[in-house]
């Protein structure tokens, strides 16, 4: 390496590190130093003379120093500064002229003329080619917004890459075609894949939220589910209340039929004859009553298709389609959910139905617990008049 390039190394690096905005945080010493490397890189194909190499490394590490100044016309202000520079180390004017050309190659809208303008161009944008471009981008990305110079959104930022990887930028040097080329079409191919992942996200995100707009609202569904829930509890409860008194008086008139009536041939124990057949009376009624509450309703099971266009049958209900065939009920429900409104209307139908069941059901369970009570009360009542007017006790008078 030339003493001037040695010279121009330490000055930049020291430049960069204290004078740049740190806001610079993709034009800065590590951009540089990574133009340098890959300018060597292409330096130690062609072989150039020992002239071209070094005015080449001059120009890849001063292109970027004038951003030390602003933004604006770095390109100009890092020739100015690489001019002083290299004026104060009496290096060949003519050598500065070529410098300064070279560096004004690095604008995107210039395109090179010869080799050694390829050479610094190809360096320059050479981390399209490498694994550190998704770094290298989102530096680039942070620094515009940063500066205030530009504020991409993710999307925004890829279709901008995208397009410089297609229309914009090409290699000009046959090395870097060569060797750089399949790199940059691999994180072209990985930038297509991310937008084409994105579109079926948002084609998701798009179906879910029609989806979403054309479903129940949430509290909707909230208060289908929880009424149909507590009917079902209800019905429940209803059954086993009547279980419970069929099991009870069940009891009751096994005993009364093992004990009280084998003694009722006794003349002494006539007086008992009425108040049994009280007890009995009353929990056979219980009994009958406890079966009505439970005993299910008989239905057609089976509904026709104008029914179901005229929406006048509840799908949801097995006892209207249980005598149905299977195809006739796929074709119903199909209908079924196309329509919104016949969906809430079932459900509602649904609601309504169980509400007139558990009316029927508590209504009866209701009047067979006060026939139960009742018949309690008179049947211990009557016993004991029995015994204390007609009992054994009286029959000796």
């Not at 069940?250 to 004859?273: E, G």
């Not at 057949?277 to 079966?291: C, E, H, K, P, T």
């Not at 008989?298 to 266009?309: L, P, R, Y």
């Not at 199909?334 to 139908?349: A, C, H, M, P």
Request: glycine share 4%; net charge positive.
């Amino acid at each position: 390496m030339s003493e001037i390039v040695e010279k121009t190394e330490r000055f930049v690096s020291e430049l960069l590190t204290e004078k740049l905005d740190s806001r610079f945080v993709y034009h800065n010493l590590r951009h540089t130093q990574r133009v340098v490397k890959s300018t060597k890189e292409l330096l130690n194909y062609y072989k150039l003379e020992g002239v071209e190499n070094e005015r080449l490394l001059l120009a890849a590490w001063f292109h970027d120093v004038g951003h030390t100044k602003g933004w604006e016309h770095h390109e100009e202000n890092s020739c100015e500064i690489a001019r002083d520079f290299l004026s104060k180390n009496d290096y060949d004017p003519e050598g500065i002229e070529q410098v300064c050309s070279l560096i004004m190659v690095t604008k995107m809208c210039n395109e090179p003329t010869n080799l050694m303008e390829g050479i610094i161009r190809d360096a320059d944008i050479s981390h399209f080619a490498k694994k550190s471009y998704w770094e290298t981008t989102d530096f680039l990305k942070e620094e515009l917004r940063e500066l205030g110079i530009a504020d991409y959104s993710a999307k925004e930022w890829r279709d901008k890459n995208i397009k410089m990887f297609r229309t914009k930028h090409n290699f000009f040097t046959d090395y870097a075609k060569e060797n750089w080329e399949e790199g940059k079409q691999q994180n072209l191919k990985k930038l297509l894949k991310e937008k084409k992942e994105e579109k079926k996200i948002a084609k998701k995100e798009a179906l879910k939220a029609k989806y979403k707009s054309e479903s129940p609202d949430r509290s909707v569904q909230t208060l289908y589910r929880v009424t149909l829930r507590n009917h079902l509890k209800l019905s429940d409860i209803a059954d086993t209340k009547a279980n419970i008194l069929l099991s009870v008086n069940a009891i009751i008139i096994s005993l009364v039929l093992a004990n009280l009536l084998t003694k009722l041939d006794n003349p002494s124990n006539t007086y008992m004859i009425y108040p049994t057949f009280i007890l009995i009376m009353f929990s056979v009624v219980s009994m009958v009553l406890s079966v009505l509450a439970t005993r299910p309703n008989i239905t057609s099971g089976k509904f026709t298709k104008e029914d179901v266009e005229k929406k006048r049958v509840n799908l949801l209900f097995f006892g209207n389609f249980h005598k149905m065939e299977l195809e006739e009920y796929e074709w119903a429900l199909q209908e079924l959910v196309k329509d919104k409104d016949y969906v809430y209307s079932s459900l509602t139908k649904d609601l309504y139905y169980l509400g007139i069941v558990l009316n029927r059901k508590y209504k009866i369970l209701r009047i067979t617990y006060n026939i139960f009570m009742i018949g309690m009360i008179i049947s211990v009542i009557s016993f004991g008049i029995a015994f204390r007017f007609f009992g054994p006790d009286r029959l000796m008078f």
